[in-house]
């Protein structure tokens, strides 16, 4: 679905508005219980079990049950369960929802490569049907180091971290999961700025929702997450936004929607149903007269569980660093959908591969390709799209990206890439 997609095309029927409320997305459903689908050609099964994490860019999966939009697709069953960190969204997608566990989620991209390869625990068949969303997340400092002025340049920073090694200390940094998103930016970030991630800083794995408190407690210097809990920080005096990483790459891929590849084999029409939803509350999420409704919705106890306003902001577009930087109506906020934001490009995940081959996650002999092919369906997201009246990008590609130090990537050279880079463990 293009951005410029005709809005009334966002169902067969036409008759559900972006701006509506989840009674009138019952009453759609109640009038049409098959969504997309033909009468009686509807989904396999009326539910699933999908994990996410208490960050901004899990809205999606929130808003599609909230809103009512797996409900109109004829999956009115499907749960939306809080999970404690990344680790336990690993551990129940290996269980799956039949012992106990979850069918999909919510997730930080490479997580479902690593989980097939199984190279992160048991080998567990996953299958990427959508990204869900760009941009959002945010490299925070502690206000201990205002000085320094951190901001993209990471650079600033080595002055700070020569003093605190010479005082037989490391500056302690924090991501969410090994290979994950968090730590390709964070370690991305310090590399472009000569820091050795693996030599120069203590890097330890936190979960998104206990970022903040760490930091009150003075147990890291400077950590990597989605928002809102960078702009957390900042509205508690605790520290600042070194930078956002949509400053560092524009329109970065983010996280993404996966489900278990035997549950997608088992239940291909729920796979499209379930992405269909998905793709709906990805459009609704992204209009600017939803914004404070959104914010309303995933700040609640069930969901973040935090103040709307840390949420707002930076949904809106606007970001007040904590150390006089602002950027009002930035370009680099999240996207859910704008753009083709929600479709799952094969050319991001080969970065996200390469990245981890970099770094040493993975093994320089993957055969990458193959790989893709066996996880990432865009072949799915287009289905669920063409229902809806609308279509995806010409190519899986995006073609060649740029980053903030004048690093390329060329999907159709990543070795290239690799060379170019002065930092690495291969």
């Given at each position: 679905?293009?951005?410029?997609?005709?809005?009334?095309?966002?169902?067969?029927?036409?008759?559900?508005?972006?701006?509506?409320?989840?009674?009138?997305?019952?009453?759609?459903?109640?009038?049409?219980?098959?969504?997309?689908?033909?009468?009686?050609?509807?989904?396999?099964?009326?539910g699933a079990k999908l994990g996410f994490i208490a960050l901004t860019d899990a809205a999606?999966?929130?808003?599609?049950?909230?809103?009512?939009?797996?409900?109109?697709?004829?999956?009115?069953?499907?749960?939306?369960?809080?999970?404690?960190?990344?680790?336990?969204?690993?551990?129940?997608?290996?269980?799956?929802?039949?012992?106990g566990g979850i069918d999909g989620a919510h997730i930080l991209t490479p997580m479902p490569?690593?989980?097939?390869?199984?190279?992160?625990?048991?080998?567990?068949?996953?299958?990427?049907?959508?990204?869900?969303?760009?941009?959002?997340?945010?490299?925070?400092?502690?206000?201990?180091?205002?000085?320094?002025?951190?901001?993209?340049?990471?650079?600033?920073?080595?002055?700070?971290?020569?003093?605190?090694?010479?005082?037989?200390?490391?500056?302690?940094?924090?991501?969410?999961?090994?290979?994950?998103?968090?730590?390709?930016?964070?370690?991305?970030?310090?590399?472009?700025?000569?820091?050795?991630?693996?030599?120069?800083?203590?890097?330890?794995?936190?979960?998104?929702?206990?970022?903040?408190?760490?930091?009150?407690?003075?147990?890291?210097?400077?950590?990597?997450?989605?928002?809102?809990?960078?702009?957390?920080?900042?509205?508690?005096?605790?520290?600042?936004?070194?930078?956002?990483?949509?400053?560092?790459?524009?329109?970065?891929?983010?996280?993404?929607?996966?489900?278990?590849?035997?549950?997608?084999?088992?239940?291909?029409?729920?796979?499209?149903?379930?992405?269909?939803?998905?793709?709906?509350?990805?459009?609704?999420?992204?209009?600017?007269?939803?914004?404070?409704?959104?914010?309303?919705?995933?700040?609640?106890?069930?969901?973040?569980?935090?103040?709307?306003?840390?949420?707002?902001?930076?949904?809106?577009?606007?970001?007040?660093?904590?150390?006089?930087?602002?950027?009002?109506?930035?370009?680099?906020?999240?996207?859910?959908?704008?753009?083709?934001?929600?479709?799952?490009?094969?050319?991001?995940?080969?970065?996200?591969?390469?990245?981890?081959?970099?770094?040493?996650?993975?093994?320089?002999?993957?055969?990458?390709?193959?790989?893709?092919?066996?996880?990432?369906?865009?072949?799915?997201?287009?289905?669920?799209?063409?229902?809806?009246?609308?279509?995806?990008?010409?190519?899986?590609?995006?073609?060649?990206?740029?980053?903030?130090?004048?690093?390329?990537?060329?999907?159709?050279?990543?070795?290239?890439?690799?060379?170019?880079?002065?930092?690495?463990?291969?």
């Open positions: 679905m293009a951005q410029g997609d005709n809005p009334k095309g966002i169902s067969r029927r036409g008759v559900l508005k972006t701006t509506g409320t989840a009674a009138v997305a019952a009453a759609v459903q109640q009038a049409f219980p098959s969504g997309a689908f033909a009468a009686g050609a509807g989904p396999e099964v009326t999606p999966l929130i808003i599609a049950k909230e809103m009512g939009f797996f409900a109109k697709h004829g999956m009115p069953d499907v749960q939306v369960v809080k999970q404690a960190s990344w680790g336990a969204t690993r551990d129940n997608l290996v269980l799956g929802a039949g012992s490569y690593m989980l097939t390869l199984g190279t992160i625990g048991k080998a567990t068949p996953m299958s990427i049907l959508a990204r869900l969303n760009v941009n959002g997340q945010g490299i925070s400092v502690s206000k201990e180091y205002l000085g320094a002025k951190a901001d993209a340049n990471s650079g600033k920073m080595k002055g700070v971290i020569a003093q605190r090694r010479a005082a037989g200390k490391k500056i302690t940094m924090a991501m969410t999961f090994p290979g994950g998103t968090h730590d390709l930016w964070i370690r991305y970030w310090m590399a472009a700025g000569g820091i050795d991630p693996d030599k120069d800083v203590e890097l330890i794995t936190v979960p998104p929702a206990q970022m903040v408190a760490n930091m009150k407690a003075d147990t890291m210097d400077a950590f990597c997450v989605g928002e809102p809990w960078n702009d957390q920080l900042v509205a508690q005096g605790l520290g600042y936004t070194a930078v956002s990483t949509g400053q560092m790459w524009m329109n970065h891929p983010e996280k993404s929607f996966a489900m278990r590849s035997d549950w997608v084999a088992k239940n291909p029409k729920a796979a499209i149903a379930i992405t269909a939803a998905v793709i709906e509350a990805q459009r609704w999420a992204d209009n600017p007269a939803n914004n404070a409704k959104l914010a309303s919705i995933i700040a609640g106890r069930d969901y973040l569980k935090c103040p709307v306003t840390d949420i707002a902001d930076r949904l809106q577009g606007n970001f007040t660093m904590g150390d006089g930087r602002k950027f009002p109506n930035a370009a680099f906020k999240m996207k859910f959908f704008n753009g083709y934001a929600s479709f799952p490009y094969k050319s991001h995940d080969l970065w996200f591969l390469t990245e981890n081959q970099r770094w040493g996650k993975l093994p320089m002999s993957l055969n990458t390709k193959a790989t893709i092919a066996k996880v990432n369906r865009s072949d799915i997201w287009r289905k669920a799209a063409a229902m809806l009246g609308g279509k995806g990008p010409a190519s899986d590609s995006r073609g060649v990206e740029k980053f903030f130090d004048g690093k390329t990537f060329d999907p159709a050279n990543p070795k290239a890439y690799l060379a170019s880079l002065a930092i690495k463990r291969v």
